[in-house]
């Protein structure tokens, strides 16, 4: 079925220091992924996304890396600082579907 | 700023009510979907809506209702509203249906069902 799921439910890091999310999709036949992120009382922000025909896709001080092989996709964030502060979600799209799934999210804090 | 926008941002109802929520896409997007989102959850898919007419649905009960207007603005119906209504809806805003562009979110309406 689909579904997408998240290796870590909260996460906690120094500011300065660099954050990886990751997050596992069971659905072979998606061919596109999109990073959000989303703060206290305010919709999803667009982060990245990357294609399935692609395995790296870089931004600013974002970086997001797919293994097909092990349905696995990962959030890089670079020095992280406090307005990182957030709950990541990854979302993926099935090949010919027009909905986004999404898991439950990944809650980000940084320490200062 | 996405260029997202729904209405009202906050709203509370009585079990049995009706809802309209409201949502108007980015320039140039002809495709709104919309999400609901329970506390501490990811937002799950309801319904899309593309030039106009219904271009998919999640597993969401007839009850919930949507349209979409010649400007590609959309609204979102809920009837017989539940306690389990109570979450944050979300719109989309993309283009040609979601198949080649990105998706961007509006800040949400919350409705709490009492």
């Known amino acids: 079925g689909e579904s997408v799921g998240l290796h870590l439910p909260t996460l906690s890091v120094q500011e300065g220091d660099n954050s990886i999310i990751n997050c596992a999709y069971s659905n072979s036949a998606s061919d596109y992924f999109i990073w959000y992120k989303q703060e206290s009382g305010k919709g999803p922000q667009f982060i990245i996304d990357?294609?399935?025909?692609?395995d790296k896709r870089q931004g600013q001080r974002v970086t997001v890396l797919l293994n097909k092989t092990v349905k696995h996709l990962s959030l890089q964030i670079a020095a992280t600082q406090p307005g990182d502060s957030a709950v990541y979600f990854c979302a993926e799209r099935i090949q010919g579907a027009q909905k986004l799934v999404f898991g439950q999210g990944t809650r980000l804090t940084i320490n200062p | 700023e996405t260029g997202v926008t729904q209405s009202p941002t906050h709203l509370i109802k009585t079990r049995g009510q009706q809802v309209t929520l409201r949502c108007s896409s980015q320039?140039?997007?002809?495709?709104v979907s919309w999400y609901q989102q329970a506390l501490g959850q990811g937002p799950q898919f309801i319904f899309q809506?593309?030039?106009?007419?219904?271009?998919g649905r999640g597993n969401f009960p007839p009850r919930f209702s949507g349209l979409q207007f010649p400007n590609y603005s959309s609204e979102l119906n809920v009837n017989a509203l539940e306690l389990d209504d109570s979450a944050l809806y979300l719109c989309?805003?993309?283009?040609?249906?979601?198949?080649?562009?990105?998706?961007?979110f509006g800040q949400g309406t919350r409705l709490t069902v009492v």
């Open positions: 809506y593309y030039r106009e007419e219904e271009n």
């Open positions: 989309a805003s993309s283009s040609d249906g979601f198949m080649n562009t990105e998706a961007f």
């Open positions: 320039s140039g997007h002809n495709t």
């Open positions: 990357i294609r399935s025909n692609m």
